[in-house]
């Protein structure tokens, strides 16, 4: 989902022999991926070349083979750095017992339109950018995209067992399948919502899915 933070210092450009694994190298690194990150959730992988990227974070680009070995390696890094800061996001909201189990979605939910907001709808989510592209990326990509989108699956799962530990949600519950069926609507409300730059998708979202769970 949206929400990556944002790269406020891009690192001046290095001179002379290319970089070694110092400081320098894996801050230059961790400044590709960054803005990397962002560029996927703004255009997504196809639409936007090397060249541009580069500059955005003004790194040359002679450089940038120095860090990567290709754009196809360069964005498996990417989907991975993604994934592990969105899990780290869902697993403070998910697994917050001060909440009820259906309250940490709601607020789950809340952040993630604070994020759009503040970003002024222009991000969407990686994953499902990727996704709407997925005939036209390497070899790979689509097994890595499912099974990032089974991990946040899983988290949801988990979150939904829980409820129903708390009575908010029938023991016969298939809390898979809810959980499938959250992701499924949820990159659908992300879309809609940068489409008509308005949290009203999300909010029709959570409300229709915490609505219509067997009780």
């Not at 409820?163 to 992701?183: K, N, R, T």
Request: some cysteine; proline content about 6%.
């Amino acid at each position: 989902m949206t929400g990556y933070p944002m790269q406020t210092s891009p690192v001046k450009p290095r001179r002379g022999r290319p970089p070694g694994r110092s400081p320098a190298y894996a801050e230059t690194r961790r400044t590709l991926i960054r803005f990397g990150v962002e560029w996927l959730s703004e255009q997504g992988f196809a639409a936007t070349g090397l060249d541009s990227l580069l500059r955005r974070a003004n790194v040359p680009k002679g450089s940038f083979y120095h860090y990567f070995e290709n754009k196809e390696a360069f964005g498996r890094e990417l989907i991975g750095a993604y994934d592990a800061y969105f899990c780290g996001k869902l697993d403070r909201w998910l697994l917050d017992d001060r909440a009820t189990p259906l309250d940490r979605l709601h607020r789950f939910v809340d952040d993630m339109k604070a994020d759009m907001t503040q970003q002024a709808f222009a991000r969407g989510c990686p994953v499902g950018n990727l996704g709407h592209e997925i005939g036209m990326l390497p070899s790979g990509y689509r097994e890595r995209l499912s099974e990032i989108l089974e991990g946040w699956q899983v988290r949801v799962a988990v979150c939904l067992r829980d409820a129903q530990h708390h009575a908010e949600l029938s023991a016969q519950a298939d809390c898979d399948a809810l959980a499938s069926f959250f992701w499924i609507g949820w990159e659908g409300a992300v879309l809609r919502a940068r489409l008509i730059k308005s949290v009203g998708p999300l909010d029709n979202f959570i409300h229709g899915f915490i609505a219509g769970l067997p009780r």
